[in-house]
């Protein structure tokens, strides 16, 4: 395990005498970047009741300290606000990296920093597991495979997407994260591991992020109109939160690099998702057609044969199950929103 850079001579901590990871008795130490935005809160809380330290890295451009109060406290449990497009310094035995916006809202906002945080926060993280050996796990997106040509989606599929446009901060910032991730792989003996997320909800997502779940279960909730963008006739497939933590944590424990798709393989039109939201909140709810947004993808489900066979992993709550665990969180929300604003 000995790597040659033309400028020095590096034995890859990552294969000298690491201890085998994965084991819920010991004491792990974890970052969580990102840790107090919707899916990081959801890994956190998992990594905390299997007994690891967690430190959680996070900006609060999105995320939220509400995510985590219940863990202030906790002497397991650290949260430092801290840039990721900033260098750290830190002792961990695994990285996940989850920091970056995630709904187009978010992303589009400040398209010039989403791509910083892809490109620079990704390459601080590889650095740092580089010098501490630690393993690195990298939460792509299947937005890599762009508008695809290919459906379902496998791993081998290269993806079609626009460099040039509104989502490319996104999509072609994640690929850069990947390739990224590979050469620290090749090129410093880093372990890696890549993930590639399709469309998740549940819990804690944000309310106003814009995303097509967290719409209509909050339009439906205040008895507005969903709003179905196009003739809704698109399709994605949706992920319940407790099923992406419980993929992301059997990738990072196991032995295998990825790239994986964790995703659920249901797929829905928007039209049906709407039909099922009426189903669990409001019989009597309505739906409101609006133009869709550029490049915005046609279909999307992922062939998760991959993670199935190498990671013994598969999603285990349908969206019939999922949407109504929200729900309640949702309501709460809401209805704390409108206290605050006097209605
Ligand atoms: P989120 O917006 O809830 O969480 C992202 C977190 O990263 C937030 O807490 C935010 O404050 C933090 N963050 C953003 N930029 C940062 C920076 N520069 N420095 C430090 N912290 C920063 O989004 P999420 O849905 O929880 O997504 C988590 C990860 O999963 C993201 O990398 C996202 O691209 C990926 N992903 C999510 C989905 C999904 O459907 N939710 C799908 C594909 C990929
Ligand atoms: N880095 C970091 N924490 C560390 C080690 C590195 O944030 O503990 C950052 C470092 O500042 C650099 C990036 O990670 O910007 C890449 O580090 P690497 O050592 O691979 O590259 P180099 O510093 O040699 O350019
Ligand atoms: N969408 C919709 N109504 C909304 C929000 C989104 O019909 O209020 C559509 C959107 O055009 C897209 C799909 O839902 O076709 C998923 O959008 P989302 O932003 O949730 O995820 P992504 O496009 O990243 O898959």
New binding site residues.
């Given amino acids: 395990g000995v790597v040659h850079r033309s400028d020095e001579l590096v034995v890859p901590r990552a294969r000298v005498g690491r201890v085998p990871v994965g084991v819920s008795s010991r004491r792990l130490r974890v970052v969580v970047t990102g840790g107090a935005g919707f899916v990081g809160s959801h890994l956190v809380d998992r990594l905390i009741e299997r007994g690891n330290d967690v430190i959680v890295i996070d900006n609060f451009f999105t995320g939220r300290k509400e995510n985590l109060v219940h863990l202030f406290g906790n002497h397991r449990f650290e949260l430092v606000r801290h840039d990721v497009v900033e ?4 002792e961990v035995d695994q990285i996940y990296h989850l920091a970056c916006p995630a709904s187009p809202v978010h992303y589009k906002y400040n398209p010039v920093k989403t791509i910083k945080t892809n490109v ?1 926060g990704t ?6 597991a ?3 050996g630690a393993r690195f796990l990298l939460t792509s997106t299947s937005e890599v495979y762009g508008d695809p040509l290919e459906h379902p989606q496998k791993e081998t599929y290269w993806g079609n997407v626009n460099p040039i446009g509104e989502r490319s901060c996104y999509d072609e910032g994640k690929r850069t994260a990947e390739t990224l991730a590979m050469d ?1 792989h090749r090129g ?1 003996g880093v372990e890696v591991r890549i993930a590639r997320i399709f469309n998740t909800y549940g819990p804690r997502m944000c309310l106003d992020d814009g995303r097509v779940v967290s719409n209509f279960v909050a339009q439906a909730i205040r008895k507005q109109p969903m709003t179905v963008y196009g003739d809704g006739k698109q399709t994605r497939s949706f992920q319940y939160v407790s099923d992406l933590v419980n993929g992301l944590m059997a990738l990072m424990d196991g032995e295998h690099v990825g790239p994986f798709n964790l995703g659920n393989p249901g797929e829905f039109t928007m039209l049906e998702l709407a039909e099922v939201v009426k189903e669990t909140i409001d019989p009597s709810a309505t739906i409101e057609f609006r133009p869709n947004t550029a490049d915005d993808p046609h279909m999307r489900k992922p062939d998760i044969s991959k993670a199935k066979e190498l990671l013994n992993w598969e999603p285990k709550v349908s969206l019939r199950d999922g949407l109504p665990r929200m729900v309640s969180d949702f309501r709460n929300r809401i209805l704390n929103e409108d206290e605050r604003k006097g209605m």
């Fill in positions: 260098p750290i310094l830190l620079m390459l601080n993280m590889l650095g740092l580089k010098r501490i620290y410093a």
